[in-house]
């Protein structure tokens, strides 16, 4: 298939992994990448520059077809060298960047500097129109589906999409709650050039995460996932689990005002990450999306993409050429 995603990323398909903490690492990054599609490494799951260098590397030793790296610029409460994290990415020939979580403009002259390619990923019009003002190549807009961070103006992509794609130039990738081939046909309708997939891709036999928690994601539904930090007006949404729902209960009884301490020991990045090594489900907060009730199997990459793919072109050929022909 043929989009302006495919044609300014150099794929064969127009489907990404989008970067995820604590699982883009370099086999899955490869596996995506290997079955055609654009695996990413997510950049601050590396905890220093130079362990990012390796990483590279390891993920160019399983694949020699292009990858990403995702570059999220999120407060935090310990400093992130964001400088260094984008000068190890541009030294080590990485020719495209997933941004998220802030303006990219302040990184945008090193990426350009190195001829990296920059997909920015937001949830909203205004900021998709902003990125693209200041020189992205690309966006992926986010709708409320999305697992991670969706904002706080929750509109879906069945309106968020035809909205960015009726006012952006640039490319767009339609990215949360997508899993299935009919959905990318849907999306390539409302007017984007590919698909952004997170949850799905856990999902997969080489996502490096813990059986149980694939298991857990296949078991789910669509209404298993909880809207957690909505009182310090940012917003994830994650998977519905004895922790999301205390601190969902705190957040009520707290209300608008709700101290961040009160919270902070449970929702620890720290404990997220052990659920996803060792399965223990109610360990700590982690990220799922509401996809994860269209989400049956654990397939490899390369099956995941020829079946969505297939489903794609199945569903315009024969369902939606078949109303008018
Ligand atoms: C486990 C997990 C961790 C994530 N971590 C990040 C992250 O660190 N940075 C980021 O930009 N997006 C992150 N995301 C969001 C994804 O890149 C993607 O935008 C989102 O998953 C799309 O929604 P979907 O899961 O419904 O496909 C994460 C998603 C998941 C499932």
Excluded at 137 to 149: I, K, L, N, P
Excluded at 177 to 195: F, K, N, R, W
Excluded at 233 to 243: D, I
Aim: hydrophobic share 40%.
């Amino acid at each position: 298939m043929k989009t302006r995603i495919t044609e300014l990323l150099g794929i064969e398909y127009p489907i990404v992994q989008g970067g995820m903490q604590n699982v883009g690492y370099a086999e899955l990054a490869a596996a995506v990448s290997n079955a055609g599609a654009l695996g990413i490494i997510t950049g601050l799951t590396q905890p220093t520059p130079e362990d990012l260098e390796k990483e590279i590397k390891r993920c160019r030793e399983m694949t020699d077809k292009p990858f990403g790296v995702n570059l999220t610029i999120l407060p935090t409460i310990k400093p992130v060298p964001y400088e260094e994290y984008a000068r190890v990415i541009c030294e080590s020939g990485i020719k495209i960047v997933e941004t998220a979580g802030r303006n990219p403009e302040p990184f945008l002259p090193i990426f350009h500097e190195y001829g990296v390619k920059v997909v920015h990923k937001c949830t909203s019009v205004r900021h998709a129109l902003k990125a693209e003002k200041v020189g992205v190549a690309a966006v992926s807009v986010d709708g409320f589906e999305c697992a991670g961070h969706p904002g706080e103006d929750d509109i879906p992509n069945l309106v968020l999409l035809p909205a960015a794609a009726a006012q952006l130039k640039i490319p767009m990738l339609a990215s949360g709650g997508i899993g299935t081939g009919a959905q990318m046909a849907a999306c390539l309708a409302l007017g984007a050039d590919g698909i952004n997939m997170g949850t799905r891709f856990m999902a997969t036999k080489e996502a490096p995460i813990h059986e149980k928690i694939k298991q857990a994601i296949v078991d789910a539904s669509e209404l298993d996932t909880a809207l957690v930090y909505r009182p310090l007006k940012n917003t994830a949404r994650v998977y519905k689990n004895s922790v999301a729902q205390r601190v969902n209960e705190i957040e009520r009884e707290q209300g608008k005002d709700m101290a961040f301490e009160l919270i902070r020991d449970m929702v620890a990045g720290a404990k997220g990450k052990v659920s996803l090594s060792s399965g223990d489900i109610d360990h700590g907060i982690w990220t799922s999306g509401m996809v994860q009730g269209l989400i049956h199997a654990i397939p490899s990459c390369e099956e995941l993409v020829r079946e969505i793919m297939n489903d794609c072109e199945r569903t315009i050929r024969d369902r939606l050429l078949g109303f008018i022909s």
